[in-house]
Nanobody
């Protein structure tokens, strides 16, 4: 059984930075995609960034140039470095593992950006 454990959320002022981490345990296949989604109150969950096991990345337009996703395959861990944070980045951030054919979610970590 795969489990995802997230860490790194918190409260930060606008313009600040945070780094999220997500460690996966269990059987992770070589074609897996790891990523981060977020959900603000009253909003749908949306993709923030994703990365394949080969390092190919994809970002939401709203975070391009500010966020960076990276992955340590040896540790089955994905990171999200968030810089120049804005109040509109406030949301619960969820780690996601697409471990074909299964998909897993972390418990979520709150990120709050004050203006």
């Amino acid at each position: 059984q795969v489990q995802l454990v997230e860490s790194g959320g918190g409260l930060v002022q606008a313009g600040g930075s945070l780094r999220l981490s997500c460690a996966a345990s269990g059987s992770i296949n070589s074609f897996s995609i790891m990523g981060w989604y977020r959900q603000a109150p009253g909003q749908q969950r949306e993709l923030v960034a994703a990365i394949t096991s080969r390092g190919i990345t994809n970002y939401a337009d709203s975070v391009k140039g500010r966020f960076a996703i990276s992955r340590d395959n040896a540790k089955n861990t994905v990171y999200l470095q968030m810089n120049s944070l804005k109040p509109e980045d406030t949301a619960v951030y969820y780690c996601n593992l697409n471990n074909v054919p299964n998909r897993y979610w972390g418990q979520g970590t709150q990120v709050t950006v004050s203006s």
